[in-house]
């Protein structure tokens, strides 16, 4: 082709044809520069099919991701409703007219669980990824907002629950520097040493250590329960608008 291309600029440049010369040479210009363009549209097309591969790829771990976070959701609501309706029956008890200190130091020393668990959000290997390597720019502006919105709200959770269980646990440290629980890690848990715990106590120590404790572990299951909720609808908001890439 070039060879071809040449001959005919030599062929004018014999003749002493400056015109016709002209002419040719910008008409070769003119394919050269065409065929740059169409190269340059070639290549266009060929990234952004690779980036709407890439995009697809990326948006169908982070659904499954995401799917993941809302059972994991669902979960813990479901674990913190049980346990606040336990803590509602306590207060039942306790605020019953025939209701004694024996009736607390029963709850005390062989129902109460002083275990909570705090929020941690695992499933995030999609948008670590995607960030890492600047894939997560693929998205269009508004929707990769709310991807943030729904990994930054996922950190305020996880922040908030730690902040609530440190509180809460403060509380546990108070209380246990008295008194025990009936529970698998307690070497002192059972039998006549750990009765011996319940013999004389301060009742206004007491009362007042159980009631910070048991008030600290329903605040922790409040502001954790409000921040799943949020997260949860968040993330409801986010699905369908992912699932709408996978279709295309």
Known sequence: MFKFFRKIRLKFIE????GKYLKYAIGEIILVVIGI??????????????????????????IENLQRDSSQIVRDQRRMER??????DYEKRISASQANLDTLIKIASK????TVNTIEFTNKSAYTTMVQSGEINLFEKELLQEIYAVYSF??????????????????????RSTYTFNTDID???????????WENIDPADFIAKFNTMAAGKRLNYRQTEFGLQREA???????PKLREIIKE
């Open 15 to 18: 003749e002493e044809n400056t």
């Open 37 to 62: 363009l169409i190269a340059l549209q070639l290549n266009n097309w060929n990234v952004e099919l690779s980036n709407k591969k890439k995009l697809k790829n990326n948006v169908a771990i982070l």
């Open 83 to 88: 346990d606040r309706l336990v803590l509602d």
């Open 111 to 114: 129902e109460y669980s002083p």
């Open 154 to 175: 996922q950190s305020r959770v996880e922040v908030g629950s730690e902040n609530a269980y440190d509180i809460y646990m403060y509380a546990v440290n108070e209380y």
């Open 187 to 197: 070497i002192v848990s059972s039998g006549k040493l750990y009765n011996k715990i």
């Open 233 to 239: 609808d968040v993330i409801n908001g986010l699905l």
